[in-house]
């Protein structure tokens, strides 16, 4: 582990980014493309920025959303229990097209699958739901008779369901059974890269390893207030600044 922080601190670059842009941050993103995300709950505002500090866009929301992730910069996708809807956004943060999930029950969870198709985790009826938004269709309608009690973030791929419940990383399979369950304090979201899913907290980033399951940590900063990844770096905030860690 001190080989591999001895690497990332060498390889260490903080971005020039104006700490206005930074304070208040509850999440933050990184996509692979250069440009940051920023998502403020105090003020419900996403705002966009590239590595220089040039803004692309921002947006002001009436409730709190979700920000899926921002590995489709085209195409980024909001979730608000709130307000039960999904709002999908273009590379300058103008909505695109927004989808009302109350004719369903009551939303806990949604996950965009691709342009298409969006999973839900319906807490009224315990259901899972895969719904082809394109088309107005439910493809799939399947029992989950699951606590959904301070569920977080839900991901879903290779027929698997993994969550991040409070201090809690969670795998299922599409029967409702579960297959593996890790404490894991402080998680935020859940990223996959092709066949890899990641869990970032804030501080540090893990990788779930599905062949012999377990976690194991990619990432640690211990002083950050956020942390996150794109495919080519590990970034994170700290006293206001957003640092920059090439992969090696």
Not at 5 to 19: F, H, I, K, V, Y
Request: with cysteine; proline share 3%; aromatic share 12%.
């Amino acid at each position: 582990m001190l080989i591999f922080m001895s690497c990332l601190l060498s390889a260490q670059r903080r971005l020039p980014l104006d700490s206005a842009q930074i304070l208040g941050t509850t999440s933050f993103s990184a996509d692979d493309y250069g440009n940051i995300y920023f998502y403020k709950n105090k003020e419900l505002s996403f705002t966009k920025v590239d590595s220089l500090g040039k803004l692309h866009g921002r947006m002001l929301l009436i409730t709190p959303y979700k920000v899926q992730n921002v590995q489709n910069p085209m195409n980024i996708t909001l979730f608000s229990e709130n307000a039960q809807q999904i709002k999908f956004i273009d590379q300058n943060l103008n909505e695109i097209q927004k989808i009302d999930l109350r004719r369903f029950g009551f939303i806990k969870m949604a996950y965009a699958e691709d342009l298409q198709q969006i999973w839900l985790l319906d807490e009224s009826t315990k259901r899972l739901l895969q719904y082809n938004f394109r088309e107005d269709r439910i493809i799939h309608t399947i029992p989950f008779p699951i606590s959904f009690d301070e569920i977080k973030e839900m991901l879903i791929f290779n027929n698997k369901v993994y969550f991040i419940r409070k201090n809690q990383f969670l795998v299922y399979d599409l029967k409702a059974r579960q297959l593996f369950a890790e404490t894991v304090d402080s998680a935020v979201k859940l990223r996959r890269e092709n066949d890899r899913i990641y869990i970032i907290g804030a501080q540090q980033i893990f990788q779930y390893l599905p062949d012999n399951p377990h976690l194991k940590t990619v990432f640690h900063a211990p002083k950050a207030t956020n942390v996150d990844k794109n495919s080519s770096a590990y970034f994170e905030i700290r006293g206001n600044n957003v640092y920059l860690y090439l992969l090696k």
